[in-house]
């Protein structure tokens, strides 16, 4: 995925060099593919760069849907749409890691008071 910059301290300006026509293919059940075709600056094809697909789905949560994007590198929508589910399965594992990651870090960030404090609330 392409890396963003922080919008807090960047210029929000798109770069019209590389730009692409987003096309969105979708079954309505499992997922989506978009087609990312590179343009020119005047909207014209640029043949000089690739096509990038991508693959969205998601998995229910107790917070919700939560979405599950990846890149799939394919030559063709019929390529993109065979490697999509194993993909798509790839990066649910790799999402469901990352979030029992921060679960244990963050049930291993218990507050421990500070050496001498005898359970006693302190004031700052």
Do not use: H, N, W
């Amino acid at each position: 995925m392409a890396t963003r910059p922080d919008i807090r301290s960047a210029e929000l300006k798109l770069d019209s060099e590389s730009m692409y026509v987003e096309e969105i293919f979708t079954d309505r059940q499992v997922g989506t593919i978009r087609r990312l075709t590179p343009v020119k600056p005047d909207g014209a094809p640029d043949p000089g760069r690739t096509v990038v697909y991508t693959g969205e789905t998601q998995i229910m949560s107790t917070m919700g849907a939560l979405p599950i994007a990846f890149e799939i590198e394919a030559a063709s929508l019929a390529e993109a749409a065979t490697k999509f589910g194993p993909l798509a399965k790839e990066a649910i594992e790799r999402t469901l890691r990352e979030i029992q990651d921060l679960r244990r870090q963050a049930a291993s960030s218990i507050i421990v008071p500070p050496p001498g404090a005898g359970g006693k609330i302190q004031m700052p």
